[in-house]
């Protein structure tokens, strides 16, 4: 199954809101309906938003201000403007040209999603790992197997996986609706954690690595990536346990120069204040919800991407 694809000229994609209860595919045939997608998180991970961009410049059909829309949905995301930009460099030559530039940003995130998979279970030493997750890095936030619940899968693969310790990944539980369900999907053993337990578990000697995914590398190593990840950063270091960022080339944002540059996206209160339309806090409360952190590049033990480890 694919997260993202162009099929019979539409966007197709998986409908992630409504997951794990239903397996649902949307037909996408404007830009309007992709950014609606795309801000409320129907289709998210920072390598699917990337082909999200470059299929979505195809639907704008050569408008700039759809493609300007397009570009900002999430500022966060450095991939989601650079899908965009891959397939709008193509625009002079038609729109086939722009076609053919959004599937190849498409098809080389499956070969990435691979490559990754394989390199970060090369660097990680030892059988039987017992890995620590955040928020959702699986195929659902790819194309295809997707960044660090790749590496998680190559292990599995080889034999090589002890277990999964996902966090739930708080307020939209990506971890606890997404991961589990892919977890559970490849067969790989699992548990699902609460977010504040895991620095806790790593200072109880429970991991061997954390594995993470990114929204944004700066230049100079530090990395944006879903709320939560600072925190288990933070924690590894105290612990001594590898701390991991898996994410494609293309999330390297040679641009930022570092965390400090990097726009953190606030949500709002809904997100906070209740959960799939049910209240949770008293009328009236206001909430501050950043939807990503930035780790400092001297608590990353190594970035790995479908090209080469980097040891910030």
């Known amino acids: 199954m694919r997260t993202i694809d162009w099929v019979d000229g539409a966007v197709e994609l998986v409908d992630q809101t409504l997951l794990p209860d239903k397996l649902v595919m949307l037909r996408i045939h404007t830009v309007a309906e992709l950014v609606d997608a795309i801000r409320r998180l129907a289709v998210r991970g920072a390598p699917a938003l990337g082909v999200a961009g470059a299929l979505g410049v195809v639907l704008a059909d050569g408008d700039p201000a759809q493609i300007a829309e397009l570009r900002a949905a999430r500022p966060t995301a450095v991939n989601l403007a650079w899908g965009v930009d891959q397939a709008a460099a193509r625009l002079p030559q038609g729109r086939e040209a722009v076609l053919a530039a959004a599937l190849k940003v498409r098809d080389d995130d499956i070969a990435a999603c691979h490559a990754m998979g394989e390199r970060g279970a090369d660097l990680l030493e030892g059988d039987r790992l017992r890995i620590m997750t955040v928020c959702n890095t699986g195929g659902l936030a790819a194309v295809e197997r997707g960044t660090a619940l790749g590496v998680v899968q190559t292990l599995h693969e080889r034999g090589r996986l002890a277990e999964v310790l996902a966090l739930e990944t708080r307020p939209l539980l990506q971890g606890a609706r997404l ?60 612990a001594g346990v590898p701390f991991v960022v898996i994410a494609p080339e293309s999330t390297i944002d040679p641009g930022t120069p570092s965390g400090e540059h990097i726009a953190i996206e606030d949500r709002g209160d809904d997100e906070i204040v209740s959960f799939r339309g049910v209240r949770v806090a008293p009328e009236g409360t206001r909430a501050l919800n950043p939807a990503f952190d930035v780790t400092p590049h001297d608590l990353i033990s190594a970035i790995v991407t479908e090209q080469r480890v980097i040891r910030p």
């Open 179 to 238: 991961t589990t369900w892919e977890l559970a999907r490849m067969g790989a053993p699992h548990r699902l954690v609460a977010d504040s337990a895991g620095p806790y578990l790593l200072a109880k000697g429970g991991v061997d690595a954390v594995l993470i995914g990114a929204d944004r590398i700066a230049a100079n190593g530090d990395t944006a990536n879903k709320i939560g990840s600072y925190a288990l950063a933070l924690g590894a270091e105290r």
